[in-house]
């Protein structure tokens, strides 16, 4: 972004940022901001929503809680699928009621 702003922008010789110079973090905040920015235009979703409090409420509305053993094992679906890319390709009720059904499988 610093080279892009000096060569491009303002045509002056390249100087490279000190990582402790208050100019570097001046920049990264803007940078942050107009990413932000862009991402709420094109409607992202830059919040993210867990599925483990939607998959409480299920398992509550399927009388399900008092069974320790599929609450352990659901619980663990979930936080075994934050490890993989599940979580950027799914909405939170979808894992929410796969995990939920896979701990009823078993």
Known sequence: YHYLYHHHIRKYKYRPFGYVDDEYYEWRDRVTAAEMSILRTRAFHVTPMHPVPLMINYMNTLRLLKHKNICQRALNCVFDAQRGFIFTRMQPNVIACAAI??????
Do not use: F, N, T
């Open 101 to 106: 059904q896979l701990a009823c499988r078993h």
